[in-house]
């Protein structure tokens, strides 16, 4: 018994299709390489802006250590933050407000919480938090502001995802074009 297969567009679409699948991929690898590469180059692993308020208090930075972390005594993620406002207007110059160094733990996950009863920072502030350490010694990195995640530290599952959505759709024009 052979199967036989039908394309649901014209050879010469389905040949436009390859080419732009192919592109597609192409420039996702050079983007990805191209992200990795300034990750490593500038280290920050999140950068956002809070609001501390008795609604959003505490204010969390973790950090999941990668199981590679080759020297845990010396690796620390270290947090700022900044004066939001100053930090808007000159990055270079605003004033940090508190900085703290979150210390390795191999393969496994450290939180810091900070809030106005233990630390410089005061309710109805907003700040500017910046988390640097070396990207390929940590899996992934983050800021909440009161309980939800505004950085999740790697890109690769976003772009993971996009690639599976291409593969289904072209696996979908194989799997409709098909004669039972």
Known sequence: ?????????????????????????????VGMAAVASADNA???????????????AP??????WSESLTDAANETADMTFYNATEYDDDPANATAVLSDSIAADVGNTTENEYNATNSALEFGEE????????DSEIADAWIEEGGGALFAGSGGAAAGVGILAIVGVLGMFVYMGRDS
């Not at 039908?6 to 389905?14: D, F, G, H, M, R």
């Not at 204010?59 to 999941?64: Q, S, T, W």
């Open 42 to 56: 500038g280290d920050e692993l999140a950068n956002e802006t809070v609001l501390l308020s008795n609604d959003t």
């Open 127 to 134: 700040y500017h938090v910046v988390l640097e350490g070396t």
């Open 59 to 64: 204010i969390a930075v973790g950090v999941e």
């Open 1 to 29: 018994m052979t199967r036989t297969y039908k394309l649901l567009v014209s050879p010469q679409t389905a040949y436009i299709l390859l080419v732009s699948w192919v592109t597609l991929i192409l420039i996702l690898g």
